[in-house]
């Protein structure tokens, strides 16, 4: 796999952007590359926390709290280009952990935010129907607020 390269983007990247994609790079090289793919269901879901562990200690996850998408996509793709699992749990984290960091409460986020980005929690996020399984478009539930509701 070759070493995500960033110069096509550059103009739209700020020197710490080029700078946190070199290290991401090195890092995915050097820590997700030699990893060996998981066998079977099992281990893919024992080397995937595993994985969150070792990115949230490592401080990639950092750009989901920032909310700095450029940072995020450079690092997906270091990590994706060493570990399509890495990748997987990157994409995990910032879809179950951005939901709450724009509309969550603070307890929610007192909860669960530093957690996830620090790599001791997986985030997730479910999108499903009977009809339309995952498939986004086929989708036709609606959200609508109720007074009599109170988000907990």
Known sequence: MATPDPEPVR???EDRHASLSRDAAAYAAREL?????PKDDAAARKEAKSLLTEVGRAGYFRPIL???WRACCLVREALASASPLADAVFALQGLGTLPILLAG???MRERWVEAAIAGRAMAA??????????DVAAMKMTARRDSAASPT
């Open 11 to 13: 103009a739209f990247l």
């Open 33 to 37: 590359r030699p990893r060996p793919e």
């Open 66 to 68: 920032d909310q700095d």
């Open 105 to 107: 409460n603070e307890a």
């Open 125 to 134: 996020f479910a999108m499903t129907e009977p009809d339309a399984g995952s």
